[in-house]
């Protein structure tokens, strides 16, 4: 095979995914009760990082951007993670909610997509799971002006010095500038690698609070 100089570096390694096939049946409980299954799947499987799922967001400008945030609830209302209101993804947020986000979970041969619209939770929630968090990360959300400019790593450090100080003897309370999003999802798509390329792709979609639709779609 011809190769570019581009390419060259990069091993052209074939993996075969052989553990497992996705029948309209096994979904049959729905999305959200899939994930929880999948979800469990991955942490009984030792995957590093279960929860990690990548987040599209779009910018004022129509550039989308991704990152990694972590899921930490979700039920048949949506998905919800945490985050700083004010980083890039949170301005992203605030003037267009509509999200996708994703899954993949290489030792289960399993990528779930979800695409959705995001809006923050109430604050009762976010100063809730807050509380949950180790005292380092909460004062972290406090020292942390994510997605800004720093002069140096030395800024950081003394932000974090200076909110010690400030939440010395006390509980650290929630920053404003901080809190969860739920996205309301309307649609998922679970995928598992099958031979030959020939993978399943099951997907549900839906309008509003309207019925899942379950569709195969091509590999
Ligand atoms: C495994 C992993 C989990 C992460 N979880 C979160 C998270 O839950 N919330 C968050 O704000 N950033 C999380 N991050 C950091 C983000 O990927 C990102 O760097 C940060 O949110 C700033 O993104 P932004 O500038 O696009 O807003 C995580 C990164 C990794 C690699």
């Known amino acids: 095979m011809a190769r570019t100089g581009v390419t060259e570096s990069i091993p052209q390694t074939r993996i075969a995914y052989l553990r497992g096939s996705l029948e309209e049946s096994d979904l049959a409980d ?28 779009v910018g004022k400008d129509g550039a989308p951007t991704t990152r ?8 048949e209302s949506g998905l919800v993670f945490f985050t700083n209101y004010e980083s890039k993804k949170g301005l992203d947020l605030a003037h267009e909610p509509r999200v996708a ?12 997509r979800v695409i959705g619209r995001a809006s923050k939770v109430s604050r009762e929630t976010t100063v809730a799971y807050f509380a949950t968090r ?4 909460q004062l972290g959300a406090w020292a942390s002006p994510q997605s800004r400019g ?4 030395g800024e950081l450090e003394s932000r974090l010095a200076e909110f010690e100080r400030k939440f010395a003897g006390q509980e650290v309370p ?6 969860g999003y739920r996205i309301v999802p309307v649609g998922f798509e679970f995928w598992q690698g099958r031979q030959s ?8 979609n839906r309008e509003a609070d309207g019925p899942w639709r379950l569709t195969r779609l091509a590999p």
């Open 30 to 57: 729905g999305p959200v009760a899939t994930l929880r299954r999948w979800l469990a799947d991955a942490e009984g499987e030792k995957v590093h990082e279960p929860y990690a799922m990548t987040l599209a967001t």
């Open 68 to 75: 990694i945030v972590l899921l930490r609830e979700f039920d």
């Open 101 to 112: 986000a994703s899954f993949f979970w290489p030792e289960l041969e399993r990528q779930v």
């Open 134 to 137: 180790p005292r380092e990360s």
């Open 150 to 153: 720093l002069i140096a790593r």
């Open 174 to 179: 929630a920053p404003g500038h901080w809190g």
């Open 197 to 204: 390329r020939l993978h399943d792709r099951l997907t549900f």
